[in-house]
């Protein structure tokens, strides 16, 4: 069972604007039309972080099927009415989804699976999704199949964006409208994706299945592996050295080692905890093995002294019951005789 690897970061404003940093990273870096007054390094960074986007789309809910918005189906004016939307300079102005396609699945498998999801997040939150699926790279893992889901935190209108919707709706909000907290729904986007990953690879007669819990929650006894972020992979694989990705390694075999200590000592003391019990059963087993021979012992000695004392109480009271019985005897026959001689007179 593999674990779902679907995260949810935020976008937020910068100098040069967010959107015009996460847009990028779904279509291809040297030719977005966000780039302008970019600066070469983050133009260089961009180029060498950025896949080939094998399918590029916008999703809009389906209250908008067959209605002509042109700047929300349009990517470039998409884009730049959200960054017009917010007035703070720090405003979230997307959210990102990044979901792992099984490779199990072929390509028209795997685009149908993050197509689904796309429309159920723009169904479910009212928001326009820039849906871009990236094959893995020739120099990394073949495996690495995943799509990137780039949304708004606003509701999409006919006129142009509406109030925040989501995750990034206020709590207060969320409670007015009896909705979950933010952690559960984030939990249940989780859930969704997995719901529908597992669907997928059912359809496809595969084995394997996915699952959006914890490996506690599981009941995986495993320590999770070190989530290294991209950047840094990517530094290392150019061949530079990078502190933070080494230090989350180190961090992550003293866990390993720390939880081997503590699965030594609990399985020694379990092991103590049953050799004691042994011991215990055994002790009562005999314990117990002998009260029942000396219980039967004395009760044996107990009928024999009783019969003893019964026999000899027999054989001192005999005699004067036998006198006893005699004279009684004597006195009967007296008595008859002198009956015989009345009836002769």
Known sequence: MHSDNSRCPLVRRAALGACALAAPVLVLAQSSPFMTGATALQTNILAWLTPIAIILVI??????????????????????????????????????YQVTLPFELDAAQRLSLARTFSREIAERYKVAVDLAVHDPRPDGDPRNFHAHLLTTTREVTPTGLGAKTGLDMQARERRRRDLPDHRNEFVNIRERWATLTNEALQAANVAARVDHRSLAAQGIDREPLPNIPIMHLKLEQRGLQSQLAEKLRQDYRERVQRREERALAIHS???????????GAAVVKSTTGTDVETIRRQAREAWLQLRSRQTDRSESVAPEERQKDASQAREVEAVQRERQDDLAL
Request: aromatic share 8%; proline share 4%; glycine share 2%.
């Open 59 to 96: 999703f809009l809910p389906s209250q908008f099927d067959g209605l002509s918005i042109p700047w929300a189906r349009n990517r470039e004016k998409l884009w730049n009415t959200v960054e017009h939307a917010e007035k703070r300079h720090n405003a979230r102005v997307a959210r990102e």
């Open 269 to 279: 003391a379990q092991n103590a905890a049953t050799e004691s019990a042994s011991r």
